[in-house]
């Protein structure tokens, strides 16, 4: 059954339920959702009456809003290896800003992958972008992939990230914490924050890197489409932390004040004022 006669079909079940509901005069309320909106076939199965006037579809439709761009892939053509795709990729180098975005995702994109290298253990994903403040500007993300005794299952990671001007030497940025298992990609909200300087420092110091929500996949690439994806965001992040701490501090304080309260010990002896003194020998 094609999407057409789908739509056609369940358009009819459900049009066939309310108007049950309407002959019996039972009052209802229905809220349709999908997956995705988009508008049904006009011709055949739907009742003139279906939902009424009061029937509304609370989703985007499809001529709403910018698509999203398909991800990055390489090779271009046939079963692809590779997979990237960035709400943003921008460089700043001496001052000066580059958005890359436009180029490298969507229907005006121009950078060429030709550069790019695939292997079991190790991964190159170049791309060239022809004139960027005058020259030639090259971006690569350098995946690895190792088996790992410990748990049992290849792991995969971005290892690092290259951008080279020219013919000038290339500025390198390492990533922190950038690992999933194989079999998945790895996603990053702020990739800024995870991203250190290589040396030589003399050339990664002039260059920024500003990428969000990167999602890359260098191995285990099925159908053309990511498999998933573990987050960078990590479960102990600053919120956490002052939670923790605060948390920690007034436990503390609670054991050791009930530790004193226990501590304490009444007077077995009281004094009198209105009769004689007690006397309390010195040794006592």
Not at 35 to 52: E, I, K, N, S, Y
Not at 263 to 284: A, I, K, S, Y
Request: proline share 12%.
């Amino acid at each position: 059954m094609g999407p057409k006669e789908a739509l056609t079909s369940n358009d009819a079940v459900l049009g066939e339920v309310l108007r049950v509901l309407q002959e019996e005069q039972v009052p209802y309320t229905a809220l349709f959702t999908a997956r995705r909106a988009g508008a049904p076939p006009r011709p055949g199965g739907l009742p003139v009456d279906f939902g009424g006037p009061r029937r509304a579809l609370l989703a985007r439709g499809e001529g709403e809003g910018p698509e999203v761009p398909p991800p990055l892939r390489w090779p271009p053509q046939g079963d692809p290896k590779m997979l990237l795709w960035a709400r943003n990729l921008s460089v700043t180098f001496g001052g000066r800003h580059r958005d890359l975005t436009p180029q490298t995702f969507g229907p005006e994109a121009a950078v060429d992958t030709a550069g790019s290298s695939w292997g079991p253990a190790e991964a190159r994903f170049v791309l060239k972008y022809p004139d960027v403040f005058g020259e030639t500007l090259n971006v690569t993300f350098l995946l690895r992939r190792s088996w790992f005794r410990v748990s049992g299952r290849p792991w995969a990671w971005l290892e690092e990230i290259g951008v080279t001007l020219g013919g000038a030497p290339p500025a390198r940025f390492g990533v922190r914490d950038a690992a999933a298992p194989s079999p998945l990609g790895w996603r990053c909200g702020d990739l800024g924050p995870l991203l250190r300087p290589l040396p030589p420092l003399e050339h990664s110091q002039r260059w920024r890197l500003h990428i969000r929500d990167l999602q890359i996949q260098g191995f285990n690439v099925s159908g053309g489409v990511f498999g998933g994806a573990s987050d960078c965001a990590g479960f102990f992040g600053p919120g956490t932390w002052m939670g923790l701490i605060s948390g920690g501090l007034l436990l503390g304080g609670l054991l050791l004040g009930g530790g004193i309260l226990l501590g304490l010990r009444p007077m077995d002896r009281f004094d009198d004022p209105r009769g004689p003194p007690l006397p309390v020998p010195l040794t006592e």
